[in-house]
């Protein structure tokens, strides 16, 4: 549990930073651009995706290979989820207008494919180093990560490498 709202408060941050860059573009030309909650719900949904994409192994056969090769899979397959999700999303937004699915469709062509590929692109950039982490984690071990964000370096036995001293790693 603890993993997935890791996941999702990234994927917020995220998505959120994305939207209000959004309404700040849309701002400048006197559109009003209010989908704030999308962002949370996007964040829940494909944080959960996630953990699926986990348990199916996805990119497991990469495993061997250096960490870019995992890394920028599960960041390309994720990056597909979400424009799938958009996609979605769009035909959502239609049935509840009363438009129906085909409304729905046909709205998310009309913003035409170069917001879903401006979309797609932010997405695969901000995701290469949340996957990147991810991956780290399982080659070094999740407490090996977590000791390295969250505590000082002196309580581990690593030296700044600045410091003057060689850098060195008794952990």
Known sequence: ????????????????????????????????????????????????????????????????????????????????????????????????????LTGGLVDFFEIGPYELLANSLVVFVACIPFFGVKELGRVLGQDKIRGLFFRRRADQGIEYAGSGGSSSNNG
């Open 1 to 100: 549990m603890a993993e997935y709202w890791i996941n999702v408060v990234y994927l917020t941050l995220m998505f959120a930073a994305f939207t209000q860059y959004r309404r700040f573009v849309l701002a400048a030309h006197d559109i009003t651009y209010t989908n704030y909650w999308v962002a949370v719900i996007e964040a829940l949904i494909l944080g959960k995706v996630i953990m699926i994409g986990e348990v199916a192994r996805l990119g497991r056969g990469l495993e061997q290979k250096p960490l870019i090769y995992p890394t920028l899979y599960k960041t390309f397959v994720f990056t597909l989820f979400v424009g799938a999700f958009k996609i979605i999303e769009e035909v959502i937004k239609g049935v509840w207008k009363g438009k129906g």
